[in-house]
């Protein structure tokens, strides 16, 4: 039986926008059905490194690979839900359900001037039925609350039956217990359906009790490991410029950015 090549290849992948440097010499690699939550300060290049890997920032040096293939050979955009950051932000006024979101997400299957047929609907309610919003699927999608608006994008995220999540920071604006209630979520999408995620968070301790791997980023990947080890080495004092007692990539963070 073939080896299935990783999810997601990075190595030694440095980002420039003009004269700054980004992201510095990352390597990552991410097997099918893991779960990775990335984490570090503001402005570490957490979202660059999260871009990078879709080809979606500059790679200066280094590569990027998507299931085997090189990112900017890559076709099959199908496999990948990604969320970006403020998503969720819409004004009041949008003029479109929940379900008509939702049923964005299966656009990548049926391409862009292909009608989208009753199995499309009925998919898409699914996945909000799958994400607990499958009652909102009527409902101005501006009208929903952040925690609401959130699951709706998962909804249409998973329309797509993706292989792979890629999430940047889904939990700003939403209130303590929605968001809490949303890390669990993902525990089951990974668990029972297999899918690997990617999460950028700032909730470094909801990051460590769900996710499989944390991953530190300041200007590079400064630690890689288990929660448990997250824990601790002080991983996350380490990304704001402090010692990691026994960082797992050999770099200090206290370095050059």
Do not use: C
């Amino acid at each position: 039986m073939a080896v299935k090549p990783p999810t997601i290849e990075a190595r030694g992948v440095t980002v420039e926008y003009g004269r700054e440097r980004a992201l510095e010499d990352a390597s990552l690699t991410i097997a099918a059905g893991e779960f990775v939550g990335v984490v570090g300060p503001n402005g570490a290049g957490k979202s660059t490194l999260l871009r990078a890997l879709l080809g979606l920032a500059p790679i200066r040096r280094g590569e990027s690979k998507l299931f085997g293939s090189p990112v900017h050979d890559f076709t099959d955009w199908s496999r990948i839900a990604f969320v970006p950051q403020n998503a969720s932000q819409v004004d009041a006024q949008f003029p479109a359900t929940a379900l008509e979101i939702a049923l964005l997400g299966r656009v990548p299957k049926r391409g862009l001037f292909r009608p989208l047929t009753a199995g499309d609907r009925a998919k898409a309610l699914g996945a909000m039925r799958e994400v607990g919003v499958e009652k909102l699927a009527g409902r101005l999608v501006g009208t929903l609350s952040g925690g609401e608006r959130q699951r709706v994008l998962l909804a249409k995220a998973l329309a797509s039956d993706p292989d792979l999540l890629i999430m940047d920071e889904p939990t700003t604006g939403v209130d303590p217990g929605a968001r809490a209630e949303f890390y669990e979520l993902l525990d089951h999408l990974n668990h029972d359906h297999e899918i690997t995620i990617v999460l950028v968070s700032h909730d470094a301790e909801a990051i460590a009790e769900t996710a499989h791997r944390v991953v530190v980023v300041n200007r590079r990947i400064v630690f890689d490991g288990t929660p448990a080890a997250f824990r601790e080495e002080g991983a996350l004092s380490g990304a704001y410029g402090f010692d990691i007692r026994h960082a797992r990539t050999g770099v200090h963070p206290g370095g050059e950015a």
